[in-house]
């Protein structure tokens, strides 16, 4: 089950610096209040059509060894 979880985790770190330029580009352009709402809303849609495991938000930090998403440090 570790090796899946690890596996699955190294997935999203590859997708989210596959579309990170795309997806900070989409979100530049749809924060952009300058731009007219039609341009606006294009950016916001594909951004939405991106991939939800490309955002650096889903990935979690793990330790390799347990595959545990927290380490307890007991002495």
């Known amino acids: ?3 899946k ?3 699955q ?3 999203r ?3 989210g610096e596959k579309y990170e330029l795309r997806r900070k580009l ?3 352009f749809s924060k952009d209040t300058d731009l007219p ?3 606006r809303e294009k950016h916001r849609c594909k951004l939405a059509d991106l991939p939800r ?3 650096f938000t889903r990935v ?5 060894v347990v595959s545990s998403s927290q380490f307890e440090n007991k002495i």
């Open 1 to 3: 089950m570790s090796d």
């Open 5 to 7: 979880r690890n596996i």
């Open 9 to 11: 985790d190294q997935k």
């Open 13 to 15: 770190r590859l997708l």
């Open 26 to 28: 989409y979100k530049a």
């Open 37 to 39: 709402n039609d341009v």
């Open 53 to 55: 495991n490309s955002s």
């Open 60 to 64: 979690t930090n793990r330790v390799l």
